[in-house]
């Protein structure tokens, strides 16, 4: 499997991550972590909560449709795993955001730019067994 190296593009999509985190902070004191923004629009505390968080749901919906309009196909996707590995990736993802009170978008853009020591060691913990299960897939199980 080889990954695809665009330091341009991922630091245009940094940017607009971060001046996005930080006018969802200015204008509505939230953090931008994507989970609790999707968990809150499940379960909205009042109608002006419900509706900033279907603004930035609809904007992750309609960034790759904006993408197939304006270059006329969907950016390819490569999924190296079955429906059933995703599904338990998910699951496991969830736990791991229930039990680290956050996502890696809220701890590690956020959360660090705070300087929140929670954060830190959250995002931390994210990184190791980020390498640790990229390492197993790849060099020990040879997906």
């Known amino acids: 499997m080889e990954t ?10 940094g940017c607009l991550i971060g001046l996005s985190a930080v006018a969802l902070m200015y204008f509505h004191g939230r953090i ?9 629009l499940l379960a909205p505390s009042s109608a002006q909560d419900f509706s900033w968080r279907v603004a930035v749901v609809a904007g992750m919906i309609s960034g790759p449709i904006a993408v197939a309009l304006v270059t ?19 699951l496991i993802v969830g736990i791991g955001v229930t039990l680290g009170s956050g996502c890696t978008s809220g701890h590690g853009i956020c959360g660090l730019a705070r300087f929140s020591p929670r954060s830190l060691h959250a995002t931390i913990t ?4 980020t390498f640790i299960s990229v390492y197993s897939v790849r060099h020990i199980l040879g997906l």
């Open 32 to 40: 931008f972590g994507a989970t609790g923004i999707l968990a809150g």
């Open 126 to 129: 994210f990184m190791i067994f």
């Open 4 to 13: 695809e190296f665009t330091p341009l593009l991922s630091a245009i999509g």
């Open 72 to 90: 006329g196909s969907l950016p390819d996707v490569d999924i190296p795993v079955s429906s059933n590995m995703l599904v338990l990736g998910g």
